[in-house]
């Protein structure tokens, strides 16, 4: 195996838009927004970014293909700017783009900005993409819940878990994830719920309710990564370091293979092991501090939290009901609220994960800190259950 | 040399499992037309929304022929009807690619009128009879809209028949027959309409099929050379009541007791189809060997055939034909879904129904065996069975380059790995249930399931491949067609997981 990326860059400065129904902005000014805040936070000019990877995903109703889009409302010093889109996960793709640039040298400082303007449609839920000329043709014109929903039947299939049980974990799951929200002025839902009414909520996809869902919203966010040297240099101390970034991605064999049960997610297994290679990391349950996973809904979330090994198989559901990922848990998950408060602008939510990782490893969490977290996952997938793109980024204390 | 024996061989039939309840047609309709209100009663068979002339002509073809592989023996296919999805478009072709038949086949669409199911009927007869045709499956199907309050949304019903022509292993003898055409107008449906217009039924009945009926079938009887005392069963699509049916065979000289069921009360009269729907009905529970049928349908005068039972009849027992199409149904009461299934209704779909339904037809043709007849492959070193077919196997064992061949999944056994019913996708009979259907004999595909209630699907359920309408293209005019799954909802149907080994 490859050496890896452990420790070679390390995160300059992070800037993150207020996300929400932003009527007030379009995708320019989101941009602008976490890029300032980032440039802010690094400290440096313009002029010192080298290259810049962008990250949009529905350029119909967004902000248009190309990598024009961030260098116009940036007005970078035309310098490279790479357009990435990989589903749901271009966040994480932009940021491991500039990552690779600076670890091969190519780039001193590079940035990383994923927008989303998804508002702009006219209608709740994401809109409905275009899948080519001949999956239309076969395949279901479902719905993202619809396919996500499905995890769950699986799920209670294999597993032998009750509609209720089931029902009340992923309900768990949301509860927990505005218990958060509410506490991050930058999230779209700032409001506690509790079980019953998540599980009262009207029905989007059986089994998962409104309230199973994440919002849908506008924003932004962005990274500023450079060599743990050149960020002593600029005089950063307390250095975020990446440790690990991993992408694996489907190949066909949970959609037409039938060695797959349909109740976990096959690339995120495997991104998750090379990840915890990459990072050194033995024992994740123990050695992760905290995660920021793609709860797009809530029984993606709680299927995710075995394949990244940190539940046991089949214990997800008795795991989250104890608490295990909640705030004041072993292991806290969307301690920013998640995709379920945040809302999901495509393009923007693998960084979003990022910043909160971020602002927790410099113990600038504000009311949401937790006790000296020394490493955060990030977990961003893209696509459905039966074909997807799965990252898992990690990042922690420099040395750590 | 014996004179060789002509006949059918085989029958299959579809009525789609929707029983409107003619009660709550005519009670929504009452306000306007109280006349109607003694018409409600029984029921009419109901299409669902994804159901045409073809799909139904499919799932009765389909019933003839079984889940046998090959099908390589049907060298013709007559597709008669008055409903056709496409008015240039070979019709009888869709139906032979979703059934996977030899591009060898001859296909030939017989429409414009309700004898096009006889007169496809004849034709076959015919292709055999000159030796040009040895295997010609015949397939009747309608599927007419008819305006709201209307005597005809209450007469009629949505369905289809299939019989085989052949010379061997003969249900029924095919002993001659004749066709009178006269231009007697009951009714018409315009080059550019949707309706029929029709005229007043008493000069129908009285000048049409009283008059026309008889003739044609002492013009047919005299061809085959039977006597009309002879005649067992006399089977006449007639809206006119099973009295007057009654009389029309006296008055042709046969008996009336043999006049049989026009299926009025539980399915009404499916158009074109509704002859071979009525002669296969009259096959499946009243037709013994050595019985003699007249077989007619009065439309621009009268085709009128006549067959004799053989012993062979009891080949097709196994077949659900028309009688257990009809047993398999579901009472619908909403007056409301008919009009809104039928395109009668201008309803807000919401915005996700305005996404373009374009279909590239240079991509349709080129992946046409997996889209129409559900053609996947198998790799024929490692027996991996996958949809859709690929050039490297999706294995993950083995990745083989280039070895596979094709497979046909519509006929294999099936069921649900994972589902959803999802409120937030548009369609047109929400929620929208589709999911991961897995075979037992491997391969799986995610797919639309259809005919299935709320509250009634679950993982390890078993499911029955049906031929359906996707997409409706209104722009253009186009109809995508594809698979999808029906859940068989039968409690020892379901096994605990879906899961098959592989």
Not at chain 1, 111 to 135: H, I, W
Request: aromatic share 8%.
């Amino acid at each position: 195996m490859a050496a890896g990326i452990k420790d070679k860059v390390a995160i300059l400065g992070m800037g993150c838009s207020k996300f929400g129904e932003r009527w007030d902005a379009g995708p320019e000014e989101l941009m602008v927004e976490a890029y300032l805040e980032a440039m802010q936070d690094a400290g440096i000019e313009p002029t010192q970014i080298d290259a810049a990877w962008f990250s949009t995903h529905i350029d119909e109703v967004g902000t248009g293909k190309g990598g024009t889009p961030l260098s116009l409302a940036l007005r970078l010093p035309n310098i490279a700017v790479t357009r990435v889109e990989n589903f749901c996960a271009g966040g994480s793709e932009a940021l491991r783009g500039a990552v690779y640039a600076v670890a091969s040298g190519a780039a001193d400082i590079a940035l990383a900005l994923g927008v989303e303007k998804l508002k702009d449609t006219g209608y709740g839920g994401l809109p409905t993409g275009s899948m080519g000329t001949l999956n239309p043709q076969w395949s279901p014109s479902g719905s993202a819940p619809g396919n996500f929903a499905q995890l769950a039947s699986a799920y209670r299939a294999k597993h032998g878990v009750s509609k209720e049980d089931l029902k009340r974990a992923i309900a768990h799951v949301s509860v927990k994830s505005h218990a958060n929200g509410a506490k991050n002025p930058k999230a779209h839902l700032r409001n506690a719920v509790t079980e019953e009414q998540v599980m009262n909520a009207p029905m989007i996809a059986e089994p998962l309710g409104l309230f199973d869902c994440c919002g849908v919203s506008d924003g932004a966010a962005a990274a500023i990564v450079t060599t743990p040297e050149i960020a002593k240099a600029l005089g950063k101390k307390d250095i975020v370091t990446v440790k690990a970034m991993q992408l694996a991605v489907s190949n066909g064999l949970e959609s037409q293979h039938n060695s797959w049960d349909g109740s976990y997610f096959h690339t995120a297994r495997i991104a998750a092991k090379k990840a915890y290679m990459e990072a050194g990391i033995q024992k994740p349950r123990e050695e992760v501090s905290m995660m920021e996973v793609h709860d797009c809904f809530s029984i993606t979330e709680l299927v995710t939290m075995e394949d990244l090994f940190i539940s046991p198989e089949g214990r997800a559901v008795h795991d989250v009901m104890d608490g295990f990922y909640d705030a004041d848990g072993k292991v806290p998950c969307q301690i920013d609220g998640g995709l379920k408060c945040f809302g999901h602008p495509i393009g923007a939510s693998g960084l979003r994960m990022a910043y909160e990782m971020y602002l927790q490893l410099q113990g600038r969490a504000g009311e949401r800190q937790l006790k000296n977290p020394r490493i955060g996952l990030t977990h961003n997938l893209g696509g459905a259950p039966s074909s997807n793109v799965c990252s898992v980024t990690i990042i922690g204390a420099h040395g750590a | 040399m014996a004179q060789q024996s002509i006949g059918l061989t085989g029958f299959g039939g579809y009525i789609p499992r929707l029983r409107l309840q003619r009660k709550s047609i005519a009670q929504a309709n009452a306000w306007v037309a109280p006349n109607f209100l003694g018409k409600g009663k029984g029921e009419r068979s109901m299409a669902n929304w994804d159901e045409d002339a073809i799909t139904m002509a499919v799932e009765a073809a389909r019933d003839l022929l079984g889940p046998d592989d090959d099908r390589s023996y049907v060298d013709a296919l007559y597709f008669g009807s008055t409903t056709m999805a496409f008015k240039d478009r070979l019709n009888a072709g869709i139906i032979a690619a979703a059934l996977t038949l030899e591009e060898t086949v001859r296909a030939v669409d017989v429409a414009s009128t309700q004898r096009a199911g006889t007169t496809a009927l004849m034709q076959a007869l015919s292709a055999v009879k000159a030796g040009e045709a040895k295997h010609a499956l015949v397939l009747a199907s309608d599927h007419r809209k008819t305006r709201a309050v209307s005597a005809q949304e209450l007469d009629f019903g949505d369905g289809a028949a299939a019989v085989s022509v052949g010379t061997e292993n003969v249900i029924a003898k095919y002993l001659g027959g004749a066709s009178l055409t006269v231009d007697f107008v009951d009714h018409f449906r315009g080059d550019t309409e949707e309706f029929d217009y029709n005229w007043e039924e008493r000069w129908i009945r009285d000048e049409g099929f009283t008059k026309i009926v008889p003739r044609a079938v002492k013009a047919a009887l005299a061809n085959a050379g039977v006597k009309p005392e002879e005649i067992k069963h006399f089977v006449l699509p007639c809206i006119f009541g099973d009295k007057f049916v009654q009389q029309l065979a006296k008055k042709s000289g046969i008996a009336p007791e043999t006049a049989r069921d026009t299926l009025a009360a539980n399915c009404g009269e499916t158009g074109a189809a509704h002859s071979l729907v009525m002669l296969v009905h009259t096959l499946q529970k009243e037709a013994k060997p050595g019985d003699k049928i007249v077989l007619l349908h009065f439309a621009g005068g009268c085709d009128a055939m006549v067959f004799e039972a053989t012993d062979k009849l009891a080949s097709q027992a196994g077949k659900r034909g028309i009688a257990g199409s009809l047993a398999n149904r579901q009472e619908e009461t909403n007056y409301m879904k008919f009009l809104t299934f039928n395109g009668l209704v201008e309803w807000e779909k919401g915005m996700r129904a305005e996404q373009d339904k374009k279909t590239a037809l240079s991509t349709l043709y080129r992946n046409e065996a997996m889209i129409m007849g559900l053609v996947g492959g198998r790799c024929t070193e490692t027996g991996v069975i996958q949809f859709p077919r690929s050039r490297i196997s999706v294995n993950p064992n083995n990745h083989t380059v280039d070895t596979q061949e094709p497979y046909k999944f519509a006929e294999k056994k099936a069921k649900i790995l994972s589902w959803s019913a999802d409120f937030l996708s548009f369609s047109m009979n929400p929620p929208n249930h589709y999911g991961m259907v897995v075979f037992d004999e491997g391969g799986r595909i995610m797919m639309d399931f259809t005919d299935v209630e709320q509250g009634t699907v679950d993982s390890g359920m078993e499911v029955r491949l049906v031929f359906r309408i996707k997409d409706f293209d209104e722009k253009r005019g186009f109809r995508r067609y594809f698979w999808k799954a029906v859940p068989i909802a039968s409690a020892n149907a379901k096994s605990k997981t879906g899961q098959a080994a592989e």
